[in-house]
């Protein structure tokens, strides 16, 4: 047998190697190929983020403690069922010899335009459903928050925020934390005074992976935590994704915004209670405020201080198809066990889609709505007790397609069944 290795030459001209020729054509018909997946490649890297690229920002508020009457049920008349009140719902809202009535004595947060605290700052349209709550702090993930308080009553009041980073001279807490006397002036602002607090706004402040594009927080008055929280001074803030901020820190994925507290404010426990008294009842000197039936005449069961629908339609407005963004939050003590029940719609909430959501003390919820159904519905927390003292709202939908549809859901009048 003759042998049939190859040479080296043999190898080298043999057809186990391309000429080099052939294989310069081929590289460079491959980078031809690959040549456009590259570049659109490095285009999208290069542009997506400055086009959806957040510059962080310093935000200032501008917020004072005021002293201010407030009316639980400023109509008059319950609004839910558009009659006078009933003899169950004059127990909270009657003015009598020994009863205070509707309006009370209240500590609110209230925004102003400047440093010089002399001019209230209005609040928007969208904003008008707040009633008592404070104004709304908003800020993106990366910000800087800057609130500049200043004390507008008798008595030391604070800023303490919810989730947001902080030092101890922002925590606006008063307790032995082993702190310097300098670390202290955020506990409780003298009267007449104004402090600065700073927070920053990290990712652990802003949304989690379970979380839409905002999440809410809130902020209160820690200085006599239980007075002061049933004197009002309790406020919202909102913190967005910086992906999905707009210039104002709104998300952009969301339509309309809607924060609501359910609390029982107890008057009682109030620290307006003494001047309540002598300023409101009609006969303060027979007034007894041990009195069982005073002090419950002094529960009020409130959304955003309202009492009985008396919290304006008006600014409880949306249109179908909306991207709704409610914000619910609970304060109060053991009784505010909360159930906000919305009719007539549904939301999504902590993953689930639902009708009804849970809230105890300083617990805050966030719900998503895209309202499909029309018309004017009840809100209201389904415990019992609190229905029946007057724990109720009304919100509406409104459909631009059918405005003058019969009773505003586009059926144009009754659609139960006649027996």
């Given at each position: 047998?003759?042998?049939?290795?190859?040479?080296?030459?043999?190898?080298?001209?043999?057809?186990?190697?391309?000429?080099?020729?052939?294989?310069?054509?081929?590289?460079?018909?491959?980078?031809?190929?690959?040549?456009?997946?590259?570049?659109?490649?490095?285009?999208?890297?290069?542009?997506?983020?400055?086009k959806g690229h957040y510059v962080p920002q310093t935000r200032t508020y501008f917020i004072g403690a005021d002293e201010v009457d407030?009316?639980?049920?400023?109509?008059?008349?319950?609004?839910?069922?558009?009659?006078?009140?009933?003899?169950?719902?004059?127990?909270?809202?009657?003015?009598?010899?020994?009863?205070?009535?509707?309006?009370?004595?209240?500590?609110?947060?209230?925004?102003?335009?400047?440093?010089?605290?002399?001019?209230l700052k209005p609040r928007i349209a969208a904003d008008q459903h707040l009633g008592m709550l404070g104004p709304v702090i908003r800020a993106v993930v990366g910000d800087t928050i800057k609130v500049i308080f200043k004390n507008n009553l008798d008595r030391p009041a604070a800023v303490h925020a919810h989730g947001v980073f902080y030092d101890k001279?922002?925590?606006?807490?008063?307790?032995?934390?082993?702190?310097?006397?300098?670390?202290?002036?955020?506990?409780?602002?003298?009267?007449?005074?104004?402090?600065?607090?700073?927070?920053?706004?990290?990712?652990?402040?802003?949304?989690?992976?379970?979380?839409?594009?905002?999440?809410m927080w809130m902020y209160h008055s820690h200085t006599d935590e239980v007075g002061d929280d049933y004197a009002g001074l309790v406020g919202p803030m909102v913190i967005t994704k910086a992906s999905t901020a707009?210039?104002?820190?709104?998300?952009?994925?969301?339509?309309?915004?809607?924060?609501?507290?359910?609390?029982?404010?107890?008057?009682?426990?109030?620290?307006?209670?003494?001047?309540?008294i002598a300023r409101f009842a009609g006969d303060?000197?027979?007034?007894?405020?041990?009195?069982?039936?005073?002090?419950?005449?002094?529960?009020?069961?409130?959304?955003?201080?309202?009492?009985?629908?008396?919290?304006?339609?008006?600014?409880?407005?949306?249109?179908?198809?909306?991207?709704?963004?409610?914000?619910?939050?609970?304060?109060?003590?053991?009784?505010?066990?909360?159930?906000?029940?919305?009719?007539?719609?549904?939301?999504?909430?902590?993953?689930m889609r639902t009708d009804v959501v849970s809230l105890l003390p300083a617990t805050m919820v966030t719900a998503d709505m895209v309202p499909d159904n029309p018309g004017t519905w009840l809100f209201h927390c389904h415990v019992n007790d609190h229905i029946s003292a007057g724990m109720l709202v009304r919100y509406r939908v409104r459909d631009a397609a059918n405005p003058d549809s019969g009773n505003g859901n586009g059926t144009g009048g009754h659609s139960g069944h006649t027996l």
């Open positions: 047998m003759g042998n049939h290795a190859m040479t080296p030459q043999q190898a080298r001209t043999g057809p186990l190697f391309w000429p080099r020729w052939i294989l310069l054509l081929m590289v460079l018909g491959l980078v031809a190929a690959l040549a456009p997946i590259f570049i659109l490649s490095g285009s999208a890297t290069a542009t997506a983020p400055a407030w009316n639980y049920a400023p109509t008059g008349s319950n609004q839910i069922t558009g009659e006078p009140f009933d003899a169950a719902a004059a127990v909270f809202t009657q003015q009598g010899p020994q009863r205070i009535g509707s309006t009370y004595i209240k500590s609110l947060y209230r925004e102003y335009t400047d440093s010089s605290f002399r001019t001279g922002s925590e606006g807490a008063p307790y032995n934390d082993g702190t310097s006397a300098a670390d202290h002036g955020d506990d409780a602002v003298t009267p007449g005074t104004v402090y600065t607090y700073s927070y920053k706004v990290p990712d652990r402040a802003g949304p989690g992976p379970m979380d839409g594009s905002s999440v707009r210039a104002d820190g709104t998300p952009n994925d969301v339509d309309r915004e809607f924060f609501v507290q359910f609390k029982v404010s107890d008057e009682n426990a109030s620290p307006y209670l003494q001047r309540n303060p000197a027979s007034v007894d405020p041990d009195n069982e039936e005073f002090g419950e005449s002094n529960l009020m069961h409130s959304v955003n201080g309202y009492v009985f629908g008396n919290l304006p339609l008006d600014a409880m407005t949306m249109a179908k198809g909306d991207r709704v963004r409610w914000y619910l939050m609970g304060m109060g003590t053991e009784v505010d066990l909360h159930t906000p029940h919305w009719h007539g719609n549904t939301a999504t909430a902590l993953g």
